[in-house]
């Protein structure tokens, strides 16, 4: 008798945690889906001695039916400019053209050149859009705190026909907002872990942010930092802010 009134608590909490997951994820895909920003600030890598080293960037994405696009402009110092332009779709065709002064055309990033970045592997061009809330392997982990925030903590994992650079992400997700407070994301091929950390989370507009993002690698000192200075977060951005062409305009 107790094995069966155990069966049955198990499967009377079965459907509650899929429709927790259900919940959790749709947060995150909603704030992907209806993005619509401009924002400029800089990318910094923070040496171990404590050196700086800062580009000058701006950034401006939109959700398409299907496809999130976001143009990266690094616009200083001159010797580091360069156009990235991502195009994430939630079926995994994931893609990155990528353009520098006196190019006459932008060219595809190969998949093994993603996780490079304008200031190393620290915070690649793939970091900055996320895939991960629509690869097919979801899972609930737990709630748990992190600092004063309560989070539900996620595992997501990718299909076969996902373009990344990693095998698996777990996102602390913060249980009232859906917006994370830290990611861990594991390369695949091996041992590294990244982890970014969201500072500075504010409301605008009825959208969530971070002033800051803190991307490090686990066990070796430094870091690189995404600090946004200023932007707008209804931006009205349309197909035409992000035509193939603008990319070899400089």
């Not at 198990?10 to 899929?18: D, F, I, T, Y």
């Not at 800089?42 to 401006?60: E, F, H, K, M, Y």
């Not at 998949?111 to 620290?122: A, E, I, K, M, N």
């Not at 041992?191 to 500075?200: H, N, P, S």
Request: proline share 8%; aromatic share 8%; charged share 20%.
């Amino acid at each position: 008798m107790r094995s069966l009134a155990l069966l049955a608590l198990v499967a009377a909490c079965l459907p509650a945690r899929a429709a927790d997951l259900h919940a959790i994820l749709a947060t995150p895909r909603h704030r992907i889906e209806t993005a619509d920003f401009r924002i400029t600030g800089r990318l910094v890598q923070v040496a171990p001695s404590g050196n700086r080293t800062s580009d000058s960037l701006s950034i401006r994405a939109h959700w398409f039916p299907g496809v999130l696009r976001v143009l990266v402009e690094i616009t200083a110092p001159p010797a580091a400019r360069e156009h990235i332009l991502l195009e994430m779709r939630p079926d995994g065709r994931n893609s990155i053209l990528i353009a520098h002064p006196g190019d006459a055309e932008p060219r595809p990033l190969p998949l093994d050149q993603w996780s490079d970045g304008p200031l190393g592997p620290v915070f690649s061009y793939e970091d900055f859009i996320d895939p991960q809330y629509f690869w097919p392997d979801q899972s609930f982990v737990e709630t748990t705190t992190f600092g004063a925030r309560n989070c539900n903590v996620l595992k997501s994992s990718p299909g076969p026909q996902d373009r990344t650079r990693y095998s698996q992400v777990e996102s602390w997700l913060d249980t009232k907002i859906g917006f994370p407070v830290q990611v861990h994301k594991s390369v695949k091929g091996s041992a590294r872990e990244m982890v970014f950390t969201y500072l500075g989370l504010r409301q605008e507009a009825g959208v969530w942010s971070a002033s800051q993002i803190e991307a490090r690698i686990v066990g070796r000192p430094g870091s690189t930092l995404l600090l946004i200075e200023r932007g707008s977060p209804r931006a009205h951005l349309t197909l035409q802010d992000f035509r193939p062409e603008l990319l070899t305009r400089f």
